[in-house]
């Protein structure tokens, strides 16, 4: 099994910034968790209250970026696959940024993993 744990949101003024990151780790071997996140691919979903999730951004193992319209320009997905990491830079933030975001990570023909979520709130 895949652990995904996010840390980084808070409380930011429109405008603002902040850094999401998520860990991966897991009950197999160090290993095994770093050959699953390697041929992962990575991404950020969000939900507001009262709304579905959607997806943020994606990033392939080979470093292909996929964006949300409402984030491009302002959000930057990055991955470090040497220590099982994945980042959302986000930038110019506005208060329909406000969401918890979830970190998720799924492998071809496996499961789709997701962590537990950050809360993100965007105040003006």
């Known amino acids: 099994q895949v652990q995904l744990v996010e840390s980084g949101g808070g409380l930011v003024q429109a405008g603002g910034s902040l850094r999401l990151s998520c860990a991966a780790s897991g009950s197999m071997s160090s290993f095994n968790v770093m050959g699953w996140y390697q041929q992962a691919v990575m991404g950020w979903y969000r939900q507001a209250p009262g709304e579905q999730r959607e997806l943020v951004a994606n990033i392939a193992p080979g470093g292909s970026r996929k964006y949300a319209e409402s984030v491009k320009g302002r959000f930057t997905i990055s991955r470090d696959n040497a220590n099982n990491m994945l980042y959302l830079q986000m930038n110019s933030l506005k208060p329909e940024d406000t969401a918890v975001y979830f970190c998720?990570?799924?492998?071809?023909?496996?499961?789709?993993?997701w962590g537990q979520g950050t809360q993100v709130t965007v105040f003006s």
């Open positions: 998720t990570g799924n492998r071809v023909f496996d499961k789709t993993y």
